[in-house]
Each structure stands twice: as C-alpha cells, then as structure tokens.
C-alpha cells in the first residue's frame, strides 16, 4: 500500500497538539512526511548528525560564496545528488538555483519532485543564504 511506503514520522513543525485538541505529538503523515523530509535533508549540513556525519547537504560548503553561475551551478548539483541519496521515496525531476534579486545574498533552490509510490508531483521552494546573519 502507498501509504505503508511514504510512511510517518515526527512532524517538524508543530510537535504538540494544543491541549484542547487533546495534546500529545502530532505525527507527519504520507507526502507530508516526504515532504518534510526533503526539507530536513537540504537544512542539515554533512557533519551535523553525530550518528550520521555523511546524512545532509553539501550546499552548506558554499555558505559565505558569490552569487556567481559557478555557485548556482555548484547549488543545485549539491541539492540533486542528497535527495538521490536520501530520499528513496521520490524521483527528482529538477531542481532550479537562482539568486533572489531584492536580496543578493539569497538563492532560492526550488526543487520539483514525484513521489513515487503515488506518482504525485510537488514543488518546494528552500531558501539558502551565502552569509549568516549578524544576528
């Protein structure tokens, strides 16, 4: 069945109900779930995990690098290659690098995927900035 495949998982938003809907962990289902993972996997840079140092993206390597094609390029190899390794679930269809033109220092990867199991396609837009903040 689909949904045995695309699964459940913590939900990273939310993780408790409010007490009159009765509390408790409110659980990330079927897309959703894959979702939120594709999401989780361009968030965390290799290194990140204790258990898993290789788990992530390496997006992260070009924090602090010019908005240059070389970047944009760099950007979306790095994001195509950690969803084909961490993402069995879906198909990656593309996955579009461009530097937001109000804000230099911001590119905005948007990736288009399937999920698999349901042949559904969904879009997500992650934005990843070349400096931290001084905040």
């Known amino acids: 069945m689909s949904s045995d495949f695309q699964g459940m998982g913590w939900s990273f938003r939310e993780l408790v109900a409010p007490k009159d809907q009765g509390g408790g ?4 289902l079927f897309e ?6 594709v999401w989780l996997i361009l968030a965390t840079a290799p290194g990140e995990r204790v258990m898993r140092p290789d788990f992530g993206c390496r997006i992260h390597e070009l924090l602090f690098a010019t908005a240059s094609a ?5 950007a979306a190899q790095a994001v195509r290659e950690a969803l084909v390794r961490w993402e069995p679930r879906i198909d990656v269809l593309g996955v579009d690098v461009a530097p937001d033109r109000a804000e230099p220092a911001l590119l905005r990867v948007r990736v288009d995927y399937r999920v698999r199991t349901t042949d559904n396609r969904f879009n997500l837009v992650y934005p990843f900035y070349l400096e931290r903040s001084a905040g």
């Open 25 to 28: 962990v409110v659980p990330s």
């Open 32 to 37: 959703d779930a894959v979702r939120q993972s």
């Open 70 to 74: 070389a970047t944009v390029g760099r």
